[in-house]
Protein backbone atom coordinates (compact mmCIF):
# COMPACT_ATOMS: atom_id res chain seq x y z
CA UNK A 1 0.00 0.00 0.00
CA UNK A 2 1.40 3.47 -1.45
CA UNK A 3 -0.39 6.79 0.67
CA UNK A 4 0.50 10.16 -0.73
CA UNK A 5 -0.28 13.44 0.25
CA UNK A 6 0.26 16.22 -1.91
CA UNK A 7 1.22 19.58 -0.79
CA UNK A 8 2.29 23.32 -2.19
CA UNK A 9 -0.68 24.83 -3.21
CA UNK A 10 -1.98 28.19 -4.13
CA UNK A 11 -3.11 31.45 -5.56
CA UNK A 12 -0.46 32.76 -7.40
CA UNK A 13 -0.40 35.52 -9.94
CA UNK A 14 0.31 35.23 -13.78
CA UNK A 15 3.95 34.37 -13.68
CA UNK A 16 4.56 33.52 -10.42
CA UNK A 17 5.97 29.94 -9.48
CA UNK A 18 4.94 27.61 -6.69
CA UNK A 19 6.30 24.39 -5.89
CA UNK A 20 4.13 20.83 -5.53
CA UNK A 21 5.52 18.23 -3.25
CA UNK A 22 4.33 14.98 -2.79
CA UNK A 23 5.30 12.72 0.17
CA UNK A 24 4.93 9.20 0.04
CA UNK A 25 4.56 5.98 2.29
CA UNK A 26 6.22 2.51 2.08
CA UNK A 27 9.12 0.99 1.73
CA UNK A 28 9.31 0.47 -2.36
CA UNK A 29 9.13 3.72 -3.47
CA UNK A 30 11.65 3.26 -5.89
CA UNK A 31 9.94 0.43 -7.67
CA UNK A 32 6.96 3.42 -8.73
CA UNK A 33 6.75 5.83 -11.24
CA UNK A 34 5.54 9.15 -9.58
CA UNK A 35 3.66 11.01 -12.22
CA UNK A 36 1.30 14.92 -11.72
CA UNK A 37 -1.78 15.06 -12.92
CA UNK A 38 -4.31 17.81 -13.01
CA UNK A 39 -8.56 18.72 -13.12
CA UNK A 40 -9.67 21.92 -14.14
CA UNK A 41 -13.19 22.57 -13.71
CA UNK A 42 -15.61 21.52 -16.08
CA UNK A 43 -12.77 19.04 -17.79
CA UNK A 44 -11.10 15.75 -18.09
CA UNK A 45 -8.32 14.77 -15.93
CA UNK A 46 -5.04 15.79 -17.77
CA UNK A 47 -1.25 14.47 -17.74
CA UNK A 48 1.15 16.81 -16.69
CA UNK A 49 4.81 15.35 -16.12
CA UNK A 50 6.05 11.91 -15.08
CA UNK A 51 9.38 10.48 -13.99
CA UNK A 52 10.30 6.95 -13.27
CA UNK A 53 12.56 5.93 -10.29
CA UNK A 54 16.10 5.82 -11.92
CA UNK A 55 15.43 10.08 -12.22
CA UNK A 56 16.00 10.00 -15.94
CA UNK A 57 13.98 10.94 -18.69
CA UNK A 58 11.09 12.67 -16.98
CA UNK A 59 8.14 13.08 -19.79
CA UNK A 60 5.82 16.87 -20.04
CA UNK A 61 2.54 17.49 -21.07
CA UNK A 62 3.60 19.76 -24.49
CA UNK A 63 1.87 23.01 -22.58
CA UNK A 64 4.14 23.06 -19.51
CA UNK A 65 7.23 21.94 -21.26
CA UNK A 66 9.97 24.97 -20.40
CA UNK A 67 8.09 25.81 -17.62
CA UNK A 68 7.38 22.91 -15.12
CA UNK A 69 10.03 20.42 -14.01
CA UNK A 70 9.20 17.44 -12.27
CA UNK A 71 11.93 15.55 -9.55
CA UNK A 72 11.99 13.06 -6.78
CA UNK A 73 14.35 12.52 -3.91
CA UNK A 74 13.87 8.42 -3.67
CA UNK A 75 16.12 9.05 -0.16
CA UNK A 76 13.36 10.86 1.21
CA UNK A 77 10.51 9.21 -0.45
CA UNK A 78 9.17 12.38 -1.88
CA UNK A 79 8.29 13.82 -5.27
CA UNK A 80 7.87 17.88 -6.75
CA UNK A 81 6.65 19.76 -9.36
CA UNK A 82 8.22 23.18 -9.80
CA UNK A 83 5.87 25.43 -11.88
CA UNK A 84 7.61 28.47 -12.97
CA UNK A 85 5.62 31.62 -15.89
CA UNK A 86 2.10 29.75 -14.39
CA UNK A 87 -0.67 31.18 -16.39
CA UNK A 88 -4.25 30.81 -15.81
CA UNK A 89 -4.83 28.47 -17.95
CA UNK A 90 -2.50 26.48 -15.41
CA UNK A 91 -5.25 26.74 -12.56
CA UNK A 92 -6.76 23.26 -11.82
CA UNK A 93 -6.24 20.33 -8.53
CA UNK A 94 -2.92 18.81 -8.86
CA UNK A 95 -2.33 14.70 -7.86
CA UNK A 96 0.17 12.95 -7.56
CA UNK A 97 -0.10 9.22 -8.24
CA UNK A 98 2.44 6.41 -8.22
CA UNK A 99 2.28 3.61 -10.70
CA UNK A 100 4.51 0.07 -9.75
CA UNK A 101 6.93 -0.84 -12.26
CA UNK A 102 5.63 1.16 -15.31
CA UNK A 103 6.52 0.61 -18.32
CA UNK A 104 7.86 4.14 -20.92
CA UNK A 105 4.18 3.45 -22.85
CA UNK A 106 1.93 3.81 -19.24
CA UNK A 107 3.68 6.46 -17.66
CA UNK A 108 1.77 9.14 -19.44
CA UNK A 109 -1.90 7.31 -19.29
CA UNK A 110 -3.68 8.04 -15.90
CA UNK A 111 -5.97 4.74 -15.71
CA UNK A 112 -2.41 3.13 -15.30
CA UNK A 113 -1.28 4.21 -11.99
CA UNK A 114 -2.15 3.14 -8.91
CA UNK A 115 -2.64 5.20 -6.01
CA UNK A 116 -3.42 8.98 -6.10
CA UNK A 117 -3.41 11.72 -3.64
CA UNK A 118 -6.19 14.06 -2.60
CA UNK A 119 -4.81 16.98 -4.62
CA UNK A 120 -4.03 20.41 -4.21
CA UNK A 121 -5.30 22.74 -5.28
CA UNK A 122 -3.18 25.91 -7.84
CA UNK A 123 -5.04 28.89 -8.77
CA UNK A 124 -2.95 31.57 -11.19
CA UNK A 125 -4.94 34.47 -11.38
CA UNK A 126 -4.94 37.13 -14.61
Known amino acids: QVQLVESGGGLVQAGGSLRLSCATSGRTFSSYGMGWFRQAPGKEREFVAA????????YYTDSVKGRFTISRDNAKNMVYLQMNSLKPEDTAVYYC???????????????????WGQGTQVTVSS
Open 97 to 115: AAQYLPSIGTMKIGSKYNY
Open 51 to 58: IPWSNSNA
